[in-house]
């Protein structure tokens, strides 16, 4: 095992993911408090047309080149979302279900007949679709490093815009905040996000590292700045622990151990977190229940000591 | 004397960590028409939802014609808040008068014409005749109040919980629910009411139900609502106009 | 029949059984619920399999009625403490799915099932994989268990359908009225997975989330009865497997990814031409006066 973490080449992917999980956490408390958490579920499965067709244009596998053709596919689907969902009468739940299962039918569709036609050459876009880690060359890790880290340096710098953005949009755009510019670039960091995941994690489960992070984070803090950090770090340590996991076996895929970390991460915050974590929240409506006896009996007593 | 139809005792519910209701107890007897005021907040909506298992109690009994509430389930009526339900559901104003029968129908039955037919006159009892076949979302906000009313109509229970019917409707609208409230009072039913309006409780309620969070004051209008006791219940927030309080405006509401 | 007829029928009685739940999925507002649930149908096929060693219909239906309630029961609870329900979602389903797939490619479970193949589905094999029933002969297994859970789904449809209009309208009047809301909240998350399971080797995890919403979108477009959605919707789903099988035949791709696709071409005429709600009535209607 140790042999396989010194390799140069596990190192930079394992810190790729960590540095990932890291910017995912980040994103997916902007998601939590803008209460949509599914749409990165949602805009990842958006985006797997736009993986394939990138390749069929352009012939390689390279991140450099799918990472636009994703995104691009990704916001083709967020846009219709918000579209079906503010015209007719359909909630945009159901216009979420459809466009990541009908987008990601037409990837499939792609994908088979890239498949068919591309030779040896496309051997590994199946990957985009559970993560395979370990596939990643080198260039692909910078890729991957330099959007994340430029997604946690725009979360970082623009902290507090994104704390009232969040918390009060009006009152954020009465400070003259534009909030159509803020929803932009709040689009913008999801999708970045959700691409640069899709090779590690794939796309069925980069949602996971988006959710599940903030709702654990939750348990322990009730500050926003605090809650970003403690998300951040369960998503950093999520993908560096699955990652490594995932190395372990030849062929394994990454995404569902980064995944089984987050909900083990998830669980135990879920106990024994100190903000509402089940154990404190047991014991405190015990305490709650007594105190209410408690009145009740105090309030008999004085009704009656008033009417003697 | 009216026969008990309600009674709770030591009643308290909470919503997440906070107490919203604690300590309730009342009683309403039959025949009586009970508005249900408070200020936002004061666990009005909650109270009618716990009351009929809708919201889990903390502590206490709700006894309904002396049973439990399961029991006589069939004779309670109720009418939710108008913006409870999606009006975009592809249904026409007959077929949701009709749902208020389904408890009588029975499981594996469909509606008969008779049913229908029922359905009808209580849409005709509202003036909603002409609109038996409109689709839900396309009537106005008086309109859907009054599919709900006679819905509850068709129930026809003994006792009656009715989560602000009279808000955000037009003043037609009003009066045609407030006759039928009061027919249903007259003919022995027992009706409570979550109302907003301070000015028109003397006009409307022979009970009021003064509620912040515990009952305040309970008992008839004269008695109850007096300027003192509605000062308690709105803490410092009711503006007064000139002296009488058939003119008191709750200022913090809206 | 021919081969191709029996690819049709297959498919056609997926678009029938998704058509009748999804009306009620979206209604209930619950369309994302059968993405979690078309996940984590996978583990619970992947654990049927782990024990009765065999792919067998009977063991990977109970296995995925076992793993929908579960999914609908966590996703419940975790709301239930205060998680927002989408949250609780993605958390429950995406970690299930995760277990599902770790058993599969790892040796833990020692499970050779092809993943590819439960997402992808894969109906080209169905016609040749039979089995023997009495007076009509030779059937597709894949076929006949879809066609079981279509009469399932029918008969719990009609027999409680005025119950299912109240609890999708009004869940609180509902409750009142003596309606046992919990177990029929179950009894339909348990249609809902039987309905994915058997359709499975036809479509896909993800793409019978496509067949479930999809077509009963559309369909809310078009119409305002509820019996007539339900009719129109599984309509669709029929159009939308057969239109489905003719692209993919046409362009030599994937059979379950075309007819996603065609659901979503029906839902683009419904969103362009519906006479009520489409956007070609709305920029010719005139402003609505005020």
Redesign the interface.
């Known amino acids: 095992m140790w042999s396989l973490l010194l390799n140069s080449n596990t190192q930079w992917v394992l810190f790729s993911t960590m540095i990932l999980g890291i910017a995912a956490g980040l994103i997916g408390c902007l998601s ?1 408090w803008k ?4 749409l ?2 949602a805009l990842a ?1 958006a985006a797997l047309p736009g993986v394939i067709i990138a390749f069929l244009l352009f012939g390689e596998k390279s991140l450099f080149v799918l990472i636009p053709g994703a995104a691009l596919s990704a916001l083709i689907g967020a846009a219709f979302i918000q579209w ?1 969902s503010s ?5 945009e ?6 466009i ?3 987008f ?10 890239a498949n ?1 036609t591309a030779g040896g050459n496309q051997s590994g876009l ?1 990957t985009f ?2 993560g395979q880690a370990a596939s990643m060359v080198k260039s692909d890790v910078i890729t991957m490093l330099c959007l994340a880290l430029i997604v946690i340096f725009i979360v970082f710098i623009a902290f507090k815009e994104w704390k009232i953005y969040l918390f009060d949009p009006q009152f954020a755009q009465g400070m003259g905040l534009s909030i159509k510019s803020m929803n932009g670039l709040y689009i913008a960091v999801l999708v970045t996000t959700i691409v640069i995941g899709i090779q590690a994690v794939g796309v ?2 980069i ?2 590292l988006l ?2 992070p903030p ?1 654990s984070a939750r348990y322990w803090t009730h500050s926003f700045k605090t809650m970003l950090l403690l998300s951040s770090l369960i998503g950093g340590i999520s993908g560096a622990v699955g990652t490594t996991i995932s190395a372990l ?1 030849s ?3 990454t ?3 980064i ?2 970390v987050a ?1 083990t991460l ?1 669980v135990i915050s ?1 106990v024994f977190g100190k903000e ?1 974590g ?1 154990l404190i929240k047991y014991l ?1 409506f015990r305490m ?2 007594k105190q ?2 408690v ?2 009996v105090n ?1 008999h007593l004085r009704t009656r000591g008033m009417m003697k | 004397m009216a026969e008990t139809v309600l009674k709770v005792e030591n009643l308290s519910a909470s919503y997440r960590k906070n107490t919203v209701l604690y300590d309730v107890n009342f009683e309403v007897k039959a025949g009586s028409l009970t508005g249900i005021v408070g200020p936002n907040g004061a666990g009005k909506s909650t109270l009618i939802k716990t009351l009929l298992d809708l919201h889990p109690s903390l502590t206490g009994s709700v006894n309904f014609f002396g049973s439990s509430f399961k029991k006589v389930k069939k004779r309670i009526g109720y009418v939710p808040q108008r913006g409870s339900v999606d009006w975009d559901f592809p249904t026409n104003a007959l077929d949701v008068v009709t749902m208020g029968l389904y408890g009588k129908i029975g499981w594996l039955k469909r509606p008969s014409r008779q049913h229908k037919e029922q359905a009808y006159e209580a849409l005709k009892k509202m003036g909603m005749a002409d609109y038996a076949d409109r689709q839900i979302s396309q009537l106005s906000g008086g309109q859907q109040q009054r599919v709900f009313l006679a819905r509850a109509l068709v129930q026809d229970a003994d006792l009656y919980f009715m989560d602000e019917p009279l808000v955000g409707v037009d003043a037609q609208t009003e009066l045609a629910i407030m006759t039928i409230l009061k027919e249903l009072k007259k003919s022995g039913k027992t009706v409570m009411v979550v109302h907003h309006d301070l000015q028109t409780v003397e006009n409307y309620f022979d009970h009021v139900l003064l509620l912040n969070r515990t009952v305040i004051k309970h008992g008839t209008t004269e008695q109850v609502f007096t300027k003192e006791n509605i000062a308690k219940t709105y803490g410092g927030n009711i503006r007064w106009i000139g002296e009488e309080k058939s003119h008191v405006v709750p200022s913090l509401e809206q | 029949m021919t081969y191709t007829a029996w690819i049709i029928l297959t498919a056609s009685l997926v678009g029938l059984s998704c058509g009748l739940i999804g009306v009620f999925l979206i209604l209930r507002k619950m369309a994302m619920m059968s993405d979690a649930i078309s996940h984590t149908v996978l583990l619970g096929i992947v654990v049927a399999y782990m024990i009765t060693r065999e792919v067998s219909g009977t063991a990977m239906l109970i296995g995925a009625i076992l793993a929908g309630l579960l999914t609908a029961f966590l996703v419940q609870w975790l709301h239930s403490l205060d998680i927002q329900q989408e949250a609780s979602m993605g958390i429950v389903f995406t970690t299930l799915f995760a277990i599902g797939v770790i058993l599969i490619s790892t040796s833990v479970g020692n499970v050779h099932l092809d993943v590819q193949h439960a997402l992808m589905g894969e109906i080209t094999f169905i016609p040749w994989d039979t089995m023997s029933l009495p007076l009509i002969g030779e059937v597709p297994k894949a076929t006949a268990l879809l066609f079981a859970v279509f009469i399932v789904v029918l008969f719990f449809i009609l027999i409680f359908y005025k119950e299912w209009k109240i609890l999708s309208f009004d869940p609180a009047l509902a409750a009142i009225l003596g309606i046992p809301v919990l177990v029929m909240h179950y009894l339909f998350m348990g249609l809902v997975s039987i309905t994915t399971v058997a359709s499975f080797d036809a479509v896909g995890a993800i793409m019978v989330v496509a067949m479930l919403i999809t077509p009963a979108s559309s369909a809310y477009l078009w119409t305002d009865k509820l019996s007539f959605m339900l009719i129109l919707s599984s309509l669709f789903g029929v159009i939308s497997a057969v239109v489905g099988y003719y692209i993919a035949a046409w362009i030599d791709t994937s059979i379950s990814g075309s007819m996603a696709f065609a659901t979503g071409l029906i839902f683009l005429i419904s969103f362009i031409f519906s006479p009520k709600h489409g956007m070609v009535a709305k920029y010719l209607r005139p402003p609505e006066a005020h």
């Open positions: 939590f209460r949509q958490s599914l990165s579920d499965h079906i015209s007719t009468r359909i909630s739940d159901s216009a979420m279900g459809m990541l299962s009908i990601y039918g037409l990837g499939i569709m792609l994908l088979t007949i068919r199946d679709i559970f069925i489960l949602a996971a959710i599940i709702v076996g062929g394994w895929p995404g569902p151990f995944v089984i909900a998830f879920l509402k089940l405190s709650h229940k209410i006896d009145q009740h309030v």
